[in-house]
């Protein structure tokens, strides 16, 4: 989904996350690998690229709309992208070494990933 604004395209990324919102670290990561992709295509290498983020401002609030312009948002380095990289696929391979081990006791299976970047 895209529309025109201004004579550029605008491309939304909806986000109806309760917790664990695209904040911080997170989000510059996001917005980082985005925008590589978004101007590898020549189509695209002008557009703007919003996250529309309907998570409440706190627990006992309703859903609020808040549009994040990823260019108003700090971009990773390369070596900061590789870092993150790098804790996603350790983190990946030790669950699912972790679910293998499990499936074998149990036909419940259940893991929480948590990475952690320095």
Not at 29 to 55: G, N, V
Request: charge should be neutral.
């Amino acid at each position: 989904m895209m529309y025109l604004k201004e004579e550029k395209f605008v491309i939304p990324w909806l986000n109806y996350w309760k917790t664990k919102s695209l904040t911080g670290s997170r989000l510059s990561y996001f917005c980082t690998i985005a925008e590589q992709q978004l101007r590898e295509h020549p189509d695209y290498e002008e557009a703007e690229f919003h996250i529309l983020d309907f998570r409440p401002p706190n627990a006992n609030s309703p859903r609020d709309l808040r549009i994040i312009n990823s260019s108003t948002v700090s971009k990773m380095t390369d070596v900061e992208i590789e870092q993150y990289n790098n804790a996603f696929v350790t983190a990946f391979f030790g669950l699912e070494k972790e679910l293998a081990a499990n499936s074998k006791k149990s036909k419940r299976i259940t893991c929480r990933l948590q990475i952690q970047i320095n």
